[in-house]
């Protein structure tokens, strides 16, 4: 029973996870009909920028990093340039400074990469995808190059280490706090979308966008703007992921295919179905692994059935996932349209 | 769900290319698709002829390797623009049967290789006696045993029929065939006989045999392998036997499919430990030992499962962007649980200790026979190029391409629209598996799970959009380009090919959102294979060290000459003819009517 509460908890605070990267993928996919699959990667960066901010030598690992970028560039060209960039500061702030920062950063990035590629590209659905899949793989290398592919951490407040325990179940702190933030998140995201003029301005476009257009509303620049809300998100996501696993180049890749079964599951373009599909998936994957753990292996490798059976968790869920998707492309929250081409 | 992608995506291939009438054929009127197609067939099966020389072997075996694996991912690209440039779904899980394909000839290949390295099994027969019988003055020594088989000698008696002078002793001893000098036999008993009766005494010989070394003395390995009878002293003999008897050991040679694979071996294997427990995986792929059984089910296991997946998918109606995202899902299913099951794949490490494949007599092998593999990828990309051609050329072909279109109205029209889709999935499916199959064999045998991962799925959706989407030639070209690019790039700069493709990705979708074949004419493969040879040429005559000297740092000649000739010679011959046209035009007294002849058409 201990074991079904904790593994309930492990699943909503990996939903928690989910929702956030969704969430803006909800946005970019189910509202702007974008497949950004360079989704993940502003989750990484996102992910990068809480380290460079909250880990005292993050920003002097960054610029040198950025050093020895130049410095190879450089030398492709046959120019011997040495860049002797170095800096000193500590940077060391509060993880919760740092996710506005992020929120506003890597949603700038997103509001460039709109600007600079998506915009011509609207109505290519597929194209998006293999246009972004370029984005993120370069966005995968220079980070790699400027930070080596050692893993980082994102360091988390003081008062978010511990954890509390309940009738033998632990609850890190840590992980109670990602649910919360999932839950302002929402509702900040909720009243952004239904109690703001730039709500009103993105849902009249996404709707009927001539229309829109005719009625004064500047269409590419509401464009612009949902998207970088969209990535923005990510990139919180990202950085929070990054206070409870390895922060590395290829971390955006683990969560797109589940971030877009996500927005499939639970339908395009509603806020409630990502809710409802994150949720699903992630307390399944929760629960399997429980499950896997109890049923198959009792007591007999405590310490290494994290690694064996969330894989195997996953692959259930995701099986489970495309299974209800062949069913039911729709979704769980049907949108109600009538198009025929 | 309306796909607007899908409108702008069918409108190639419905343009007919005008015949050509060639000068010396009179009335044979030959597409010039055809012609191009030809003389690429020609040009791929003459590959191994081409090259300079005096050219290195090592480094002709290298370009012929890459030729193949790039062959091979040719057919791959096939498969991927067979689904999506012709039917309008868009696969990122090709991948999966890629990797099916992949992993069984792997399997086979790695079962052969265990079969090959496995000590014989020992099994040992009835055991048979040997009676050898002595009387009187024999020369001493003497050879009473000569080995036809192998034995081991399990026990030796001595009975005395007449009783010898005392003070004789005799010595059985071993000599191996290899050397038959008697002065270095071996004692194989351990007490010396004693000849003196009393007559009818049965005497068991104590043999040797405690230790290790000893316990070869008991065997008789090699044939011609000797015993031999001594008798030392003077005197009478008397008469005796002895009864040696040996239990013949039977070597049986290990068959594929009897001996866990290398990657399989954590249990231990002992061929002769009655206690071996086969790993659970080994009955699973053991019928694949047999060549024939594993390239039947590289093709059919992964059409099969292609057409099961396809056949749910849509029938169900799932499509457009959705197909995608879905196929892409089921992609990262079967990565997740490949590398999770390394009991029965090899997880991360992958398949690696693999012997060549024996077929038709024929071993293809990259390491040797590299020239049969390049041969029969080569014959496989062009049979499968054709294939494809007749059927994009069938009604079959034009309703993929309606459907493409505009579903709703092949439907309307009384079309299961399900049943053509899931019958092309299939087919790329197989096609994606041979494709797989054969690029195990290019690849220096290895097999891991880079096949079934998403960007290895994705990078073959991009060499199609680069070659030219809803068009064959495109599709291989794609593959051929991006792959000797890669070569390029990442042989001198391998840390910056990522941000090149990615590069590559944006600019072909930005820029080229028909590829380069509608660019480049149809003429383009044959131009990049020509690039490439002339790059390997001039890498032969060192063109490259001169330039990397007189830019001084690194490898670079190879970056700022190489890749632009790679890359662009895939507009020689549109080059070519548009200068050939010019010439035409402005020759003075030599009015040609233009259009008359115009080997490039589409342009």
């Known amino acids: 029973m201990t074991g079904l509460l904790e593994a309930l908890f492990n699943g909503l605070s990996l939903s928690s996870i989910l929702i956030l990267a969704a969430l803006g993928l909800g946005v970019t996919f189910g509202v702007m009909r974008v497949i950004n699959m360079a989704h993940g990667e502003m989750m990484m960066l996102g992910a990068y920028l809480g380290y460079v901010c909250t880990n005292p030598y993050g920003l002097s690992v960054f610029v040198s ?129 239904f109690y703001t003029s730039l709500g009103l301005k993105i849902r009249a476009v996404t709707q009927n966008r001539p229309m829109a257009s005719a009625m004064g509303i500047p269409t590419s620049q509401v464009d612009g703007l949902t998207f970088a809300f969209g990535t923005g998100l990510a990139g919180v996501a990202g950085c929070i ?94 949108t109600k349209e009538r198009v025929y081409d | 769900m309306t796909e607007p992608a899908n409108k702008k995506d069918g409108a190639n291939h419905s343009t007919r290319s005008p015949a050509l009438a060639l000068p010396f054929l009179g009335n044979v009127k030959v597409k010039p698709g055809v012609l191009v197609a030809g003389f690429s067939v020609v040009l791929l099966l003459a590959i191994p002829q081409l090259f300079p020389p005096g050219i290195d072997a090592k480094s002709k075996q290298n370009w012929l390797d890459l030729f193949a694996k790039f062959m091979a991912m040719g057919i791959l690209a096939l498969s991927v623009d067979l689904v999506w440039g012709y039917t309008g779904l868009l696969s990122l899980g090709q991948g999966v049967f890629f990797g099916i394909g992949a992993y069984m000839i792997a399997y086979c290949l790695t079962l052969h290789k265990a079969a090959q390295d496995a000590r014989p099994k020992m099994t040992e027969g009835e055991p048979t006696t040997v009676v050898l019988h002595y009387q009187g003055n024999f020369p001493s020594p003497k050879t009473v045993f000569i080995n036809d088989g192998k034995y081991r000698i399990d026990s030796i008696q001595f009975r005395v029929l007449k009783a010898s002078t005392p003070g004789l002793t005799a010595v059985l001893t071993k000599l191996p065939a290899a050397s038959l000098d008697p002065d270095t036999a071996e004692q194989i008993h351990n007490d010396t006989l004693d000849l003196t009766g009393p007559v009818g005494k049965v005497q068991p010989m104590v043999l040797k045999g405690e230790i290790a070394e000893e316990k070869i003395l008991r065997r008789l390995e090699e044939e011609g392998d000797r015993l031999y009878l001594e008798v030392t002293g003077n005197g009478d003999r008397g008469e005796g036997e002895f009864t040696v008897v040996l239990i013949p050991e039977i070597e049986e040679y290990m068959r594929p499919g ?73 992609l990262m299913v079967v990565f997740l649980a490949v590398r999770n099951q390394q009991r029965f794949t090899g997880g991360v490490v992958g398949i690696k200790d693999m012997s060549s494949l024996e077929l038709f007599g024929q071993s293809f092998d990259s390491a040797e026979n590299v020239r049969a593999t390049v041969y029969l990828v080569a014959a496989a990309l062009v049979g499968s190029y054709f294939i494809c051609a007749l059927l994009i050329r069938s009604k079959f072909g034009r309703i993929l391409s309606a459907i ?56 073959a959706v991009i060499w199609v959009a680069i070659g030219g989407r809803g068009n064959l030639f495109g599709a291989v070209l794609g593959a051929l380009l991006v792959g000797f690019g890669q070569y390029y790039v990442s042989s001198a700069l391998p840390e910056f090919w990522p941000i090149a493709l990615g590069l590559l990705f944006i600019a072909t979708v930005l820029f080229l959102p028909r590829g380069l074949t509608p660019v480049a004419g149809p003429g383009a493969l044959l131009g990049l294979l020509l690039g490439v040879f002339l790059v390997i040429y001039l890498e032969k005559y060192n063109l490259f060290d001169a330039v990397d000297q007189y830019l001084g740092v690194g490898r670079r000649g190879r970056v700022f000459v190489g890749c632009p000739i790679i890359l662009l010679s895939v507009f020689i011959p549109k080059g070519l003819t548009m200068l050939f046209k010019a010439l035409m035009r402005f020759s003075p007294g030599r009015a040609m009517p233009t259009g008359s002849v115009s080997p490039v058409p589409g342009s």
């Open chain 1, 65 to 193: 990093g950025l050093a020895s970028l130049a410095r190879e560039t450089a030398k492709i060209f046959g120019i011997h340039w040495e860049p002797s960039w170095q800096t000193s500061i500590e940077l060391h702030w509060n993880l919760y400074l740092v996710l506005p920062v992020v929120f506003v950063v890597v949603g700038l990035a997103g509001y460039i990469l709109e600007k600079g590629l998506i915009r011509f590209l609207y109505g290519r659905p597929l194209d998006t995808l293999l246009a972004t899949w370029g984005v993120g793989l370069i966005l995968q290398q220079v980070i790699q190059l400027i930070f080596s592919g050692n893993p980082k951490g994102v360091g988390i407040p003081e008062n978010l280490t511990g954890q509390w325990t309940y009738a033998d179940s632990r609850f890190p702190y840590y992980r109670l706090f990602i649910i919360a933030f999932t839950i302002l998140c929402l509702v900040l995201v909720y009243v952004g979308f």
């Open chain 1, 241 to 334: 992921l990054g206070g409870m696993y390895n922060v590395g180049p290829n971390m955006g890749q683990d969560f797109i295919v589940e971030a877009f079964m996500v927005v499939i599951l639970g339908g395009m373009g509603q806020l409630k179905g990502v809710v409802a599909g994150g949720l699903m998936v992630g307390v399944s994957r929760g629960i399997a692994e429980k499950f896997y753990a109890n049923a198959l292996i009792p007591n007999l490798f405590p310490k290494y059935i994290e690694e064996v059976f969330s894989p195997i968790a996953r692959i259930t869920v995701l099986a489970l996932v495309i299974g209800f998707i062949m069913v039911r492309p729709s979704g769980l929250v049907r």
């Open chain 2, 258 to 330: 009897e001996v866990p694979p290398q990657f399989m071996q954590y249990t231990g294997f002992a061929p002769n430990d009655p206690n071996y427990v086969p790993p659970p995986g080994l009955a699973l792929i053991a019928p694949l030992g047999n060549a024939g059984v594993a390239v039947a089910a590289s093709l059919i296991l992964p059409a099969l499962i292609a057409g099961l997946f396809g056949g749910v998918i849509f029938r169900l109606g799932v499509k457009g962007v959705y197909f995608a995202l879905v196929t892409q899902a089921f």
């Open chain 2, 404 to 459: 493409q279109d505009n579903e709703n109205r092949v439907l309307a029209l009384g079309y299961t629209t399900a049943l053509y889709k899931t019958a092309v999935f299939a087919f790329a499916g197989l096609l994606a598996g041979l494709a797989g199959a054969l690029y195990v064999l290019a690849n220096h045998p290895v097999c891991d799970t880079v096949y079934l991962s998403v960007p290895f799925s994705i990078e």
